[in-house]
């Protein structure tokens, strides 16, 4: 874990108020550090989504900045802070039963801050919760005003015993240069757009993210281009739907040319991204990423249902029919590469012919892997004013019956990789063996091989040796069995 650099030469008036605010909090954190006798620690919990985890680089950055030190345990840390996701019900329901628990923390150590921030508390009725049941809150803010940190905990710090609440219902502003406190040191996350306009009717992002908002190319391009230079070797282009990144600019540019940007940066060498609407991908796309060396062979394009008339109550603006062609396309151009998707099962509505349409989907786009979940009543969506809502019974069976499919798919996928070599990017010794690390090839499977520490963050050429379901375990090899298009 290392900060970043942040220049105080660029020229947004914001960041450099950031910046300002950062070195105030400087000051209030070595006064804390001398009444301490030891450098305090901060506890940066993220729920959810890569955005969030992005988010969450950006919060520790600041607080490293100002001189916290970091910890992943909550019981040890001086300030806690939970960047917090409310896609689905039980997330939230997560953040409320460890906030119970903190409440006990909070009692032996009366000098422990406790933040909230992201997209939870951006909806009204947590607000008013957090409010009445868990008042030793001592800050609160929403996705709009992320970049504020150092100024609202220097307000926090400045105004014990008060909650300090700063929520924002939008904004246009993208705030550039703050400093980040990267998780990995050979990876990142780069966030090209933020927000979303497509108002599926089950999806509360649009209501706590905004609208879309896409950043500059250039700065874009810059941010890749510094993580190049501190030895990042594959960055992840981050957005809600990056397909239709670059629209609101006012010279447009689409993703695509992004992506050949991007792929001209030297030093980088993987680049993938997250995440495609199926409705926005455009013939473009395809062909820039058939003809790379760089961009992995993997797309995520969440598909939700099989069914037309479900597609046309999640106002998802695509038909299956689309879905299939869209996959047949990719598939042409890049026969070598993966397809995973998202599925929502026991939308209001789903019937059993419904859950045999997305049944015949996956099997027609034998997908490669597929995330399943149960639909999550989120309140303020159309979907969760509609009648028909499932029982809790109806939504399981449904939600059993594909993953049933859903799995046998995976496996079947996986397994024809058997005896293949590619290359892996090794990411981290194996928490059960030692003596094993864990690579993640260009298709995004992983793969355990004989290793040490001293691998991670390099591409290795791998023999996949024996599918374990989901998984390899593999083995180095040499460059002479390599016939992949990647370069080491
Ligand atoms: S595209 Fe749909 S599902 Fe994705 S964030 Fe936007 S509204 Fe939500």
Not at 258 to 274: A, T
Request: charged share 30%.
């Amino acid at each position: 874990m290392r900060p970043e650099e942040y220049s105080s030469h660029n020229d947004g008036e914001e960041t450099r108020r950031q910046i300002m605010y950062i070195d105030r909090l400087k000051g209030h954190v070595s006064r804390l550090t001398d009444e301490i006798g030891r450098t305090p620690k901060a506890c940066v919990v993220t729920f959810g989504c890569q955005m969030n985890a992005r988010d969450s680089e950006k919060l520790l950055g600041i607080l490293k900045s100002a001189g916290y030190a970091d910890t992943e345990d909550e019981k040890d840390a001086d300030l806690i802070l939970y960047n917090t996701c409310s896609v689905r019900d039980n997330a939230n329901q997560r953040v409320y039963g460890r906030l119970g628990a903190i409440k006990n923390l909070k009692k032996e150590n009366r000098a422990l801050k406790v933040i909230l921030c992201g997209c939870m508390m951006q909806e009204q009725d947590c607000i008013d919760k957090i409010k009445t049941s868990y008042s030793f809150v001592d800050l609160i803010f929403g996705t709009h005003n992320i970049f504020k940190f150092a100024e609202l905990m220097c307000t926090m710090i400045e105004n014990p015993g008060e909650m300090t609440i700063d929520i924002w219902q939008e904004t246009d502003q993208i705030v550039e240069e703050l400093p980040v406190e990267r998780k990995y040191s050979y990876k990142s996350g780069v966030n090209i757009m933020f927000g979303c306009n497509n108002f599926c009717t089950y999806c509360i992002v649009p209501y706590v993210r905004g609208r879309e908002r896409s950043r500059a190319p250039e700065d874009i391009i810059d941010e890749v281009r510094k993580l190049a230079e501190s030895g990042v070797i594959e960055v992840m282009l981050l957005g809600q739907n990056v397909n239709s990144y670059g629209r609101n600019l006012d010279t447009p540019i689409s993703f695509a040319e992004l992506l050949r940007r991007v792929e001209k940066v030297d030093g980088i060498k993987r680049i993938r991204f997250m995440t495609s609407h199926p409705k926005d991908l455009s013939d473009e796309l395809i062909e820039v990423c058939a003809s790379s060396d760089k961009i992995c062979r993997h797309i995520h394009l969440p598909v939700q249902s099989g069914s037309n008339a479900l597609l046309k109550a999640m106002n998802r603006r695509y038909t299956r029919e689309h879905y299939l062609e869209l996959v047949r396309k990719i598939r042409t151009a890049m026969p070598d590469i993966s397809i995973t998707t998202d599925l929502i099962m026991g939308f209001p509505g789903e019937t059993d012919a419904d859950v045999e349409d997305t049944i015949d989907l996956i099997r027609q786009a034998e997908f490669d892997n597929a995330y399943t979940f149960q639909y999550s009543k989120r309140t303020g969506t159309p979907a969760a004013g509609y009648p028909d809502q499932l029982s809790d019974e109806a939504m399981k069976d449904h939600f059993d019956r594909v993953l049933k499919v859903v799995q046998e798919t995976a496996r079947c996928s996986c397994a024809k990789h058997t005896g293949e070599t590619d290359i892996a990017l090794i990411e981290t010794v194996s928490d059960h063996d030692p003596g094993l690390v864990t690579g993640r090839l260009s298709n995004n499977l992983l793969v355990h091989l004989p290793g040490d520490e001293s691998m991670i963050g390099e591409l290795y050429p791998v023999k996949l040796e024996e599918c374990r379901g989901f998984y390899f375990i593999g083995s180095r090899t040499d460059r002479s069995g390599y016939t992949e298009r990647e370069t080491l």
